[in-house]
Antibody, heavy 118, light 110 residues
């Protein structure tokens, strides 16, 4: 059974860079059938797609976040990562990593809360 | 790329049917048959319920169905059960390898 697990700091200071890693188990991140992505959910609010990456390294970002987002993949570790720079309180959210086939998210991590505060 | 529009809340009694709408534009919902729906219980990750407009993943009850007309997609839940009480989100392909979510709908089973 495929599992995704987010890891990283739960607290980030304003103006700094948020960094999260997603470890994939029970399947290969190098599968040609899937993309891997990040989605976030501010407390009490809706879902927002951040971006996606293919195992080859091709990336696709939400236009509203594109200038601050970098998603990368490490196939040797079966992991992919998110970096979001210049964070503010508005970036406080539960961050989910996920697997996508086509444009459908079929597997989700449990999510990790990242709070931006000094 | 604006969020898709969903009603903030809907409600129904056990056994009834409800429909949740998801309105986009000709750049997303209207142009592609690539709308998916997710169910999210409090404190849990979303779960895929419908994809490509009307397809159900294995294991999802056939009480859940999806459709689309023009720029609006819909999720219908028939034979409402207490366990269906949750938040529901639609999502559509929006071109240029991007997707956009709806604002979410809280379903209350009375």
């Amino acid at each position: 059974q495929l599992q995704l697990q987010e890891s990283g700091p739960g607290l980030v200071k304003p103006s700094e860079t948020l960094s999260l890693t997603c470890t994939v188990s029970g399947g290969s991140i190098s599968s040609s059938s899937y993309y891997w992505g990040w989605i976030r959910q501010p407390p009490g609010k809706g879902l927002e797609w951040i971006g996606s990456i293919y195992y080859s390294g091709s990336t696709y970002y939400n236009p509203s976040l594109k200038s601050r987002v970098t998603i990368s993949v490490d196939t040797s570790k079966n992991q992919f990562s998110l970096k979001l720079s210049s964070v503010t309180a508005a970036d406080t959210a539960v961050y989910y990593c996920a697997r996508l086939f086509g444009y459908v998210t079929d597997y989700w991590g449990q999510g990790t809360l990242v709070t931006v505060s000094s | 790329q604006s969020a898709l529009t969903q009603p903030a809340s809907v409600s129904g009694s056990p056994g009834q049917s409800i429909t949740i709408s998801c309105t986009g534009t000709s750049s997303d919902v209207g142009s592609y048959n690539l709308v998916s729906w997710y169910q999210q219980h409090p404190g849990k990750a979303p779960k895929l319920m419908i994809y490509e407009g009307s397809k159900r993943p294995s294991g999802v009850s056939n009480r859940f169905s999806g459709s689309k007309s023009g720029n609006t997609a819909s999720l219908t839940i028939s034979g409402l059960q207490a366990e269906d009480e949750a938040d529901y989100y639609c999502c559509s392909y929006a071109g240029s390898s991007s997707v956009v979510f709806g604002g979410g709908t809280k379903l209350t089973v009375l």
